[in-house]
């Protein structure tokens, strides 16, 4: 096969994170046709406007990804996407069930919301505050 000329999904991540580092990792060596790419919110460069105008700050708080049509996926639906594009979708099928569902979604609020902490980074407010990116107002996507 061969690479698709722009990836079917881009994901944001955050490069300081340790964690989401590993998933990346991993969802790069199993990305046998370069469906997908990965842009490094943490880093100097990120420019929202080239994303969807997703701020750093949204970015930080919770998973986001875009897909080729420019279609913004948020939480639980980026990583379903990504491992259906890396042929392991059936790994996250489940979290589509009607009884699943409700209670992953608040599986991954509950992760999201304590990320940094649990990754041993300061608090969004305290990385905003290095950051001249991060004076525009947080949205509610």
Same mark, same amino acid.
């Given at each position: 096969?061969?690479?698709?000329?722009?990836?079917?999904?881009?994901?944001?991540? =955050?490069?300081?994170?340790?964690?989401?580092?590993?998933?990346?990792?991993?969802?790069?060596?199993?990305?046998?046709?370069?469906?997908?790419?990965?842009? =490094?919110?943490?880093?100097? =460069? +990120?420019?929202?406007?080239? +994303?969807?105008?997703?701020?750093?700050? =949204?970015?930080?708080?919770?998973?986001?990804?875009?897909?080729?049509?420019?279609?913004?996926?948020?939480?639980?639906?980026?990583?379903?996407?990504?491992?259906?594009?890396?042929?392991?979708?059936?790994? +996250?099928?489940?979290?589509?069930?009607?009884?699943?569902?409700?209670?992953?979604?608040?599986?991954?609020?509950?992760?999201?919301?304590?990320?940094?902490?649990?990754?041993?980074?300061?608090?969004?407010?305290?990385?905003?505050?290095?950051?001249?990116?991060?004076?525009?107002?947080?949205?509610?996507?």
């Amino acid at each position: 096969m061969t690479a698709p000329s722009s990836p079917a999904l881009t994901l944001l991540f =955050d490069g300081a994170c340790p964690l989401c580092v590993r998933e990346v990792n991993f969802l790069r060596s199993r990305d046998r046709i370069g469906s997908l790419a990965f842009v =490094d919110i943490d880093a100097l =460069d +990120y420019a929202p406007a080239e +994303y969807q105008d997703i701020s750093y700050a =949204d970015a930080m708080g919770r998973i986001h990804a875009i897909t080729a049509s420019g279609q913004v996926l948020l939480d639980v639906a980026v990583f379903r996407e990504a491992y259906r594009l890396i042929g392991l979708g059936w790994l +996250y099928a489940p979290t589509q069930w009607p009884l699943v569902s409700g209670l992953v979604d608040r599986v991954y609020a509950l992760w999201a919301s304590r990320r940094l902490q649990l990754t041993r980074r300061p608090d969004l407010a305290s990385l905003c505050a290095q950051r001249e990116r991060c004076r525009l107002p947080i949205s509610t996507r």
